[in-house]
């Protein structure tokens, strides 16, 4: 459903409005935890939710996002205001629209499976969309009993380890790395993203077994294109911690900033492109360029070339 656009002016006002509002006194502050349709679930202190309407042109509210709410006649609330952000997660849809997907994390989990099987493209969308947002970024790999397999683990070790990124191999099953994946957690407000059916919600529900949480069963898992999560959900973790599951939406593609230079999003050809002749390289063809030296060297990883190609052609031809 395409929303409408805005014109600068409406937006300029919307602001207004929203800037007054959180700072009179007369509003409580929330955190949104789901948003579904029209309603909004808001936790005014732990454990304390309640059902919300909103008042109209606020624009996108999402999970992790801070809000300003009234309590209208009716002991209905409506939601009035979103609070400053620190940062928002955005994907782009099979329309190509751009869609907020959670606001003020501080950790991206990327969860791959070793069924199905991982798309290092999609990986490297979202390692470009954490670095762009300047989050912190945490590679799973679920699923690790289902080894051997046609994936490889090792392999994404060798390319993303020496990144710098952390990996965490887990099970549901066996319980392995989950004593990782728990710590790891601690202390941050964590999405977790990654297509439909690699275990985000089984990995969530490992984490909270007093809540309910839809997870496939074993037949829909199989059936292509099946979507169990329908909306993300926010849950408070009993070691501390929040998490965000969300639903692997087939199409959906993590959104690329294109106003910023795309190499800045991969770690090693920002490193690398200190000592590109141009300092606006594009490392495309251009002489004297480190970071296809560093290709051709075997001192960057020729697949994550490959996929910045891809991610510059997309964003040329959008
Ligand atoms: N063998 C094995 N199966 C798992 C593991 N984790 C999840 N599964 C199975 O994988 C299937 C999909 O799990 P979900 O948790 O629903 O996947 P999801 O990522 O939340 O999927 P969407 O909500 O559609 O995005 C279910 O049948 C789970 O039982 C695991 O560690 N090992
Ligand atoms: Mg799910
Ligand atoms: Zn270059």
Known sequence: MAKRRLSQQQKKRIEAAQSAYRHSDNHQQGLVVSHQGGRILVELEPGILIDCKIKSNLGSIVCGDKVAIEAGTNEEHRVMAILPRENLLQR??????????????????????????????????????????????????????????????????????????????????????????????????????????????????????????????????????????RTSRLYHLTGGGELIDTPGVRGFSPFVDGARPLAHGFREMLEASGGCRFHNCQHLDEPNCAVIDGVSKGKITASRYQNYLKMLSQEKSS
């Open 92 to 229: 782009v849809d099979g329309f190509g629209q751009v869609r907020a997907v959670a606001a003020n994390i501080t950790q991206l989990l990327i969860c791959l499976a070793v069924s199905p099987e991982p798309n290092l493209f999609l990986l490297d969308q979202y390692l470009l969309s954490a670095e762009q947002q300047g989050i912190e970024a945490v590679i799973l790999i679920n699923k690790i009993d289902l080894l051997p397999s046609t994936t490889d683990p090792f392999e994404i070790y060798s390319i993303y380890q020496p990144l710098g990124y952390d990996i965490i191999c887990t099970s549901v099953e066996t319980d392995q790395g989950m004593t990782e994946f728990r710590q790891r957690l601690i202390g941050q407000l964590s999405v977790l993203s990654g297509v439909s059916g690699v275990g985000k919600s089984s990995l969530t529900s490992y984490l909270l077994p007093n809540e309910t949480i839809k997870i496939a069963n074993i037949s829909e898992a199989n059936e292509e294109g099946r979507h169990t999560t």
